[in-house]
C-alpha cells in the first residue's frame, strides 16, 4: 500500500536523504560501474541493497556509540541502525532515479515479548521493469540473520510473529517515519539509545 500515489514522492531529496551530496554521488557511480541510469537498472538496485547490507555496518552488531542519521553520515562512518541504513538506501537508489520508499515492522527487542518492542526500518523500491514495488532489508547478516535480494519471494531479516504482538506495517511512505528520525536526532549514545529509547510504534 502505497502512501502517496505521486511517484516523484519516493524520489525526492530531503534532509536526511542527501543525496546530491558528492560522497553519495561518488557511491552510486561506483555501483552503476558505467551503465547508463536506463541500464541495468536490476542490477544496480540489487548492488546498492547488498552494498549497504554488507558494507555498512550496524551499531549494534559492532556495538558502537555513534549515531548517524543522514545518508552521508551513514557513508562517511560506514555504520548505522536501521533507520539510518534505510536512509542510505534510499538516497542511493534515488540518487539513481529509481523511487525507493520505507516500510516497518513492531518486533521485539529481544526475542521474547518480556524484552519489549521496537520499530524496526527497511526499504521498498519500484522496480520499472517489472512495474511492482519489492521490499528489501539492508539490516546487515549475522547469525540468525539472512536478509537476501529477490524480486519474487521476500527475504527479509526478521519474520514478523504475530503471537507475539509483532507487526508487519503495510504502507510504504514516501518519508523516513519522524520517530525514527527524532530518536536520532536527541540521543548522544547509540547503544543507550537501542537498548531504551528507540520507538515502540510508529
Not at 9 to 21: A, G, P, Q
Request: charged share 25%.
Amino acid at each position: 500500500m502505497l502512501e502517496s500515489n505521486h511517484i516523484n514522492d519516493y524520489l525526492e531529496e530531503t534532509d536526511e536523504i542527501d543525496f546530491s551530496h558528492p560522497t553519495i554521488r561518488e557511491q552510486i557511480e561506483l555501483l552503476a560501474d558505467g551503465s547508463t541510469d536506463n541500464e541495468n537498472e536490476l542490477a544496480f538496485i540489487q548492488s546498492a541493497f547488498e552494498y549497504v547490507r554488507d558494507e555498512i555496518a550496524h551499531s549494534w552488531d559492532i556495538q558502537s556509540t555513534r549515531i548517524t542519521r543522514k545518508a552521508s553520515e551513514v557513508l562517511l562512518w560506514k555504520e548505522g541502525i536501521c533507520y539510518a541504513k534505510s536512509n542510505l538506501l534510499a538516497a542511493i537508489l534515488r540518487g539513481r532515479g529509481i523511487p525507493a520508499g520505507f516500510c516497518y515492522q513492531r518486533l521485539t527487542l529481544g526475542d521474547t515479548p518480556d524484552t519489549g518492542y521496537c520499530v524496526h526500518a527497511l526499504n521498498a523500491v519500484y522496480v520499472s521493469g517489472s512495474k511492482k514495488w519489492i521490499r528489501l532489508d539492508a539490516r546487515g547478516n549475522k547469525e540468525g540473520i539472512n536478509a537476501q535480494f529477490s524480486t519474487e519471494e521476500e527475504r527479509l531479516a526478521f519474520p514478523v510473529r504475530g503471537i507475539f504482538g509483532e507487526i508487519d506495517y503495510p504502507t510504504i511512505y514516501s518519508k523516513p517515519n519522524a520517530k525514527t528520525m527524532e530518536v536520532l536526532k536527541k540521543n548522544t549514545s547509540c547503544l543507550n539509545m537501542y537498548l531504551n529509547k528507540l520507538p515502540t510504534d510508529i
